[in-house]
């Protein structure tokens, strides 16, 4: 099913005609959205001009923000990236552990349902780029210390199949309730976007000549070019929920700009008493880092590392200025030295004409302080209060302290400073799971057709077809006097789907160290099971699955040893023959002499024992086989 798309249909020219009194969204309701709107911006002004401004900490022009605090000065201005290596590093760890969910059942009736959802989730969110997204908001995460992701139906996707849409919010582009801390508790949402003015009235012709204002300015970074927004428009997604009759909430969605509203959803009869997604949540979820109170965002490393970073900087500038003053050679000089200053000044001459005597009490040097020890200290202390404060560490980034060369204990060291990084990834993954979960909900309303996915098997270059529907995730009746429903209910597991090659190393070490122990023998397994429940890494089951079935394996093969020394005893009891011996006769070199083998000997053990296996015929038998005529005798019998 494609859902309504209310920039292709024709819905806003419908609410045009629809009678005043039919609309439960009309004039006055949005003109109090818009009131909201405005509310809902001033309380976020703080936050937005501290984005604006850390903006230009990371991209290295905070030198601009310190000249609005102080008087400019003829000064060098340098900028050190020591707040940019600790945001770039922490944003090389979390894409070395990109997530990958794996959906787990309930009940046992949805394993197959789970099973292809495991398999198709990631194709869903690679078609969304997610990959590109996830890298983007890792870096509003760093810097700002929020990233937010939208979850939508896309219903222009997919040639008008629609399908789902992961986009990157920008945060001041999106506005909720003061004083909440959950998004899904606002009261209302909204979320603006700017779009030229000749894209909505190509849309909405009944737009033409209306966009004049808006309803809201939306902020702006400091761009380094030059950036024209006058012939745009702000449209503006306005979210928000109501209680149903039957207790259930309803999300409803609204789009408007200016005091023109595009489409309603309430006042769609398809969608008033269901609401626009069956799932009824915000689609937005918030990935903070470090989190504040009486809001859903939280602040960065930005605003933790900025105040050592700025004094970085104002040391080295001091530092500098020192430097380039003592390597430049200053006079004093008296009025009417007669000293020609103009030939004194260009150092091209060689020869500087003087009135007079030439003596020091004409032209004196100026004797620049020299720089304190003390002020390169301070200088190194910041720097390293910086590298504390971000847990940015030299082995974090690579470095590694004098009498270090191990693999194994490099990346015990870098595990070990990565706590923070590991952590702030973890909270990521639960975010992650939020966005997956309604990833479901809206396969689980929208993927009515049957639609085919191309699987990557774990061999590669081995992919596989799927085709899947929404039939396995509808509400299933259960069978009784009274009509009741179940609902396929998923929990979702998060694992990195890449891993840092120092990572890769240390469980490659480990590894072996479990081969050495004997861990992979399944005569031991037992004792390796018992090894392995005691410890805790990644991959675990996976290991303890191998060494199971290792066990399993081992154990088949003594029963079938055991039931072939019985059938060879009993074929020894039979015959008279021991397939042992033979078998041991057969691989013997040099071979033994006729005398001393049976005189089946000559023959394979596979026509030895297959003729073992043929009855004898009886005596009768024989004697009328004999008794057959013989052409090739004298006689004509058989008979000697």
Not at 336 to 351: A, H, K, M, P
Not at 465 to 473: K, Q
Request: with cysteine; aromatic share 10%; net charge negative.
């Amino acid at each position: 099913m494609a859902l309504f798309n209310p920039k292709k249909d024709d819905l806003g020219a419908a609410l045009l005609t629809m009678p005043t009194e039919q609309r439960m969204i009309g004039k006055p309701e949005l003109d109090k959205a818009i009131e909201i709107l405005t509310k809902y911006k001033a309380g976020k002004s703080e936050l937005e001009r501290r984005i604006v401004e850390d903006e230009l900490w990371y991209k290295m022009q905070h030198w601009e923000v310190i000249r609005k605090k102080e008087k400019a000065q003829d000064r060098p201005e340098p900028t050190s990236a020591w707040l940019f290596s600790t945001l770039s590093n922490k944003h090389a760890d979390a894409m070395d552990n990109f997530p990958e969910a794996n959906v787990l059942p309930r009940e046992r009736d949805d394993e197959k349902s789970a099973s292809e959802l495991s398999s198709i989730l990631p194709v869903v969110f690679e078609h969304c780029e997610f990959e590109k997204t996830y890298s983007d908001n890792w870096w509003e995460k760093l810097k700002h210390g929020t990233a937010v992701y939208g979850v939508f139906w896309n219903a222009d996707k997919e040639n008008g199949l629609g399908d789902i849409d992961i986009t990157a919010i920008d945060l001041l582009n999106i506005f909720w309730e003061p004083g909440i801390t959950d998004i899904q508790k606002s009261r209302n949402l909204f979320i603006a976007t700017l779009e030229d003015n000749d894209s909505l009235t190509a849309q909405y012709p009944e737009l033409e000549g209306k966009l004049s204002s808006n309803v809201v300015d939306i902020t702006k970074y400091v761009y380094d070019d030059e950036v024209d927004t006058t012939d745009k428009s702000v449209v503006v997604d306005w979210y928000y929920k109501v209680r149903a009759a039957n207790g259930r909430t309803l999300l409803h969605y609204v789009k408007f700009v200016g005091d023109n509203i595009l489409f309603a959803s309430e006042n769609d009869p398809k969608y008033t008493e269901v609401g626009w997604y069956d799932h009824g949540q915000y689609p937005v979820v918030f990935d903070t880092l470090f989190p504040e109170k009486g809001t859903p965002v939280g602040f960065g490393y930005i605003a933790i590392t900025k105040d050592p970073q700025l004094y970085i900087d104002k040391l080295g500038q001091g530092i500098l200025q020192s430097v380039m003053e003592g390597s430049v050679t200053r006079y004093w000089a008296s009025r009417g030295s007669g000293v020609n200053l103009d030939q004194f000044r260009d150092f091209n001459n060689r020869i500087v004409e003087v009135e007079g005597m030439v003596d020091d009490s004409r032209l004196k040097p100026i004797t620049v302080p020299q720089l304190p020890a003390a002020a390169v200290e301070v200088y190194k202390m910041k720097i390293d209060e910086l590298k504390e404060g971000s847990s940015n560490r030299d082995f974090t980034a690579g470095g590694t302290a004098s009498g270090v060369t191990a693999a194994a204990a490099i990346a015990a060291l870098q595990e070990a400073g990565n706590k923070t990084s590991r952590d702030s990834i973890r909270a990521s993954y639960r975010n992650y799971t939020q966005i997956s979960y309604l990833c479901i909900e809206l396969i689980r309303q929208f993927y009515d057709e049957v639609r085919t996915f191309r699987i990557t098997g774990e061999v590669p270059g081995q992919y596989d077809f799927v085709d899947f529907s929404n039939a396995g995730l509808k509400d299933q009746a259960i069978p009784g006097a009274i009509p009741m429903y179940r609902r396929p209910v998923f929990d979702i597991k998060i694992k990195a789907q890449k891993r840092n090659p120092y990572s890769q190393m240390l469980q490659n070490e480990m590894a072996k160290e479990f081969y050495a122990a004997g861990f992979f023998n399944p005569q031991r397994a037992q004792e390796a099971m018992m090894a392995l429940e005691m410890m805790s890494f990644e991959g675990k089951d996976k290991v303890m699955e191998g060494v199971r079935q290792g066990q399993t394996l081992y154990n088949i093969v003594l029963q079938l040893q055991a039931e072939i020394e019985k059938m060879a005893m009993l074929f020894q009891a039979y015959t008279g023959i021991d397939l042992a011996t033979v078998a041991a006769q057969q691989g013997a070199v040099p071979q033994k002499s006729v005398s001393q083998v049976p005189e089946t000997s000559g023959q394979s053990l596979a026509s030895t024992a297959k003729q073992a296996q043929t009855p004898r015929p009886s005596y009768a038998q024989q004697i009328a086989e004999r008794s057959k005529p013989d052409m090739d005798r004298p006689n004509g019998v058989g008979l000697s």
